[in-house]
């Protein structure tokens, strides 16, 4: 079992950046695809960007390539998302979340408790 926990959420102004963090315990992280995705208030959860257990394979939403850049450091058993030129569409709570599958949109095993990103306009 993983147990996942995200930190760095806050609220910056439009064209900022903030970088979200996701820290995993235990001996098993490495064996995980990770990924992010993000609700906002009266949407569906959406996929915003996933990664390989090996840091190899990224994917990304289409409303986030080219800003966002996912990363993962095994040794620290942690996960990060890079979000620059942020936009007030990407506000929203952003979840982190474990597969034991490929890095992918779906299929997801394990999750954290959210943090809460705000974009001012």
């Known amino acids: 079992q993983v147990q996942l926990v995200e930190s760095g959420g806050g609220l910056v102004q439009a064209g900022g950046s903030l970088r979200l963090s996701c820290a995993g315990s235990g001996r098993t992280f490495s064996s995980y695809a990770m990924g992010w995705f993000r609700q906002a208030p009266g949407k569906e959860r959406e996929f915003v960007a996933a990664i390989s257990w090996n840091g190899i394979t990224t994917n990304y939403a289409d409303s986030v390539k080219g800003r966002f850049t996912i990363s993962r450091d095994n040794a620290k058993s942690t996960v990060s998302l890079q979000m620059n030129r942020l936009k007030p569409e990407d506000t929203a709570v952003y979840y982190c979340?474990?597969?034991?599958?490929?890095?992918?949109?779906?299929?997801?095993?394990?999750w954290g408790q959210g943090t809460q990103v705000t974009v001012s306009s």
């Open positions: 979340a474990a597969s034991r599958g490929a890095p992918l949109a779906y299929n997801y095993d394990y």
